[in-house]
């Protein structure tokens, strides 16, 4: 695999300057951030990346204010009551994303965040203690302990509340075998702790969030 040095000039070169490169970086939050949010926010936003996996985000994001209603704001302590009487009435709600499966998913992923709560004190503080060195740990334990929260959901929710994450898309997944770090998409705990050690490494030179890393990585192949 190359090293840092490498991936920083080719992006360097792509985009022509370093302003236009950090302007395309995301950002992530600190500990005491994802800790001070709460625990009604993490289910809200667990849903949402349930609910946008395999449909055009803005058609969820449209209709989320009524999900937020009818979720009774995502209250983990309220939502976890629901019900399958409840679910099906839901069905028949215009408003919503008439998805069985995935509403029934909500209650579910309410129950582990109160019970993570119970061992942590918050669902945050288990998000923001999680060491970064061992991302892929944490995708196994949502993708475990939660519900619809396999392939890249887990790692595409820690992206949408700010905790820092490589995700495997295509383009990251194309990066890494011309990295020869990788042969395939990495689904296996061996790819995914080659993987994780690339990024290690990586961040270890650079001392970027593994975030841009990812971000950069999947700027090196060519469109």
Same mark, same amino acid.
């Given at each position: 695999?190359?090293?840092?040095?490498?991936?920083?000039?080719?992006?360097?070169?792509?985009?022509?300057?370093?302003?236009? %490169?950090?302007?395309?970086?995301?950002?992530?939050?600190?500990?005491?951030?994802?800790?001070?949010?709460?625990?009604?926010?993490?289910?809200?936003?667990?849903?949402?990346?349930?609910?946008?996996?395999?449909?055009?985000?803005?058609?969820?994001?449209?209709?989320?204010?009524?999900?937020?209603?009818?979720?009774?704001?995502?209250?983990?302590?309220?939502?976890?009551?629901?019900?399958?009487?409840?679910?099906?009435?839901?069905?028949?709600?215009?408003?919503?994303? #008439?998805? %069985?499966?995935?509403?029934?998913?909500?209650?579910?992923?309410?129950?582990?965040?109160?019970?993570?709560? #119970?061992?942590?004190?918050?669902?945050?503080?288990?998000?923001?203690?999680?060491?970064?060195?061992?991302?892929?740990?944490?995708?196994?334990?949502?993708?475990? #302990?939660?519900?619809?929260?396999?392939?890249?959901?887990?790692?595409?929710?820690?992206?949408?509340?700010?905790?820092?994450?490589?995700?495997?898309?295509?383009?990251?997944?194309?990066?890494?075998?011309?990295?020869?770090?990788?042969?395939?998409?990495?689904?296996?705990?061996?790819? %995914?702790? %080659?993987?994780?050690?690339?990024?290690?490494?990586?961040?270890?030179?650079?001392?970027?969030?593994?975030?841009?890393?990812?971000?950069?990585?999947?700027?090196?192949?060519?469109?």
């Amino acid at each position: 695999m190359r090293d840092y040095q490498w991936l920083h000039e080719y992006c360097l070169n792509r985009f022509g300057s370093g302003a236009a %490169l950090e302007a395309r970086l995301p950002q992530v939050k600190s500990d005491a951030e994802l800790r001070a949010l709460s625990d009604d926010r993490y289910l809200s936003t667990i849903a949402l990346r349930v609910f946008r996996a395999g449909l055009k985000h803005s058609l969820v994001d449209a209709k989320w204010p009524a999900f937020e209603q009818v979720f009774f704001g995502f209250d983990p302590e309220k939502v976890v009551l629901m019900g399958a009487e409840h679910l099906e009435r839901l069905m028949h709600d215009e408003r919503l994303i #008439r998805h %069985l499966g995935k509403l029934k998913s909500v209650p579910r992923n309410a129950q582990f965040i109160l019970d993570v709560a #119970r061992e942590k004190g918050s669902f945050g503080a288990l998000i923001a203690e999680w060491p970064v060195t061992d991302i892929v740990g944490l995708w196994k334990f949502l993708a475990k #302990r939660g519900s619809q929260l396999g392939g890249l959901s887990a790692p595409r929710f820690l992206r949408m509340v700010g905790k820092d994450t490589f995700i495997p898309t295509d383009d990251m997944v194309a990066a890494l075998k011309a990295q020869e770090i990788i042969d395939k998409a990495p689904t296996s705990l061996k790819d %995914l702790a %080659l993987v994780q050690a690339a990024f290690n490494q990586w961040h270890q030179e650079s001392g970027r969030p593994l975030c841009q890393l990812s971000v950069m990585l999947a700027h090196t192949v060519n469109h």
